[in-house]
C-alpha cells in the first residue's frame, strides 16, 4: 500500500480530510458492495439485471459476491432448485422471495423492485 496522502485541515488547521488513491480505499474498505437502506436498489444491480437479462434476485446475487451454492445453503435448499429460483422467467412466491431477501442480507422491497 501506498503512503501518498493528502491531509486537508480546516481553517483552524486540524485535520477534516485525507484523500488517497482509489486502490488504498478499496483496500482499506475491503471492497464490499454497498446495501442501501430502504427500497433502493443500487444502479449496478439494475445494470447487471438489464445488460445480462437476469432476474432481479439474480443480479443483487452476483453484485453482493454470492455463489448459487452458498444461497442454496443459506436456503437449505439444494442448488439447482435455487437456479430455478432465480432463473428470468421465475416468479418465486412471496413467502419465498421473503427468504430469498433475508439470505441476501436486503430487504423485501429491494427484492420487489
Known amino acids: ?8 485541515n480546516t481553517s483552524d ?3 477534516a480530510f ?3 488513491p482509489y486502490d488504498e480505499y478499496i483496500a482499506l474498505t475491503g471492497n464490499k458492495p454497498r446495501i442501501p437502506a430502504g427500497e433502493a436498489v443500487p444502479h449496478e444491480v439494475i445494470s447487471l439485471q438489464v445488460k445480462n437479462g437476469w432476474s432481479l434476485i439474480r443480479a443483487w446475487r452476483e453484485y453482493l459476491g454470492i ?3 452458498e444461497m442454496a445453503a ?9 437456479a430455478n429460483m ?6 418465486p412466491r412471496k413467502a419465498t422471495r421473503a427468504r430469498i431477501a433475508q439470505a441476501l442480507g436486503i430487504s423485501l422491497d429491494q427484492l420487489d423492485a
Open 74 to 82: 443459506r436456503l437449505e435448499v439444494r442448488q439447482p432448485t435455487y
Open 67 to 69: 455463489t448459487q451454492a
Open 13 to 15: 488547521g486540524r485535520p
Open 86 to 91: 432465480e432463473g428470468p422467467d421465475a416468479r
Open 18 to 20: 485525507v484523500v488517497l
Open 1 to 8: 500500500m501506498s503512503t501518498n496522502h493528502t491531509i486537508i
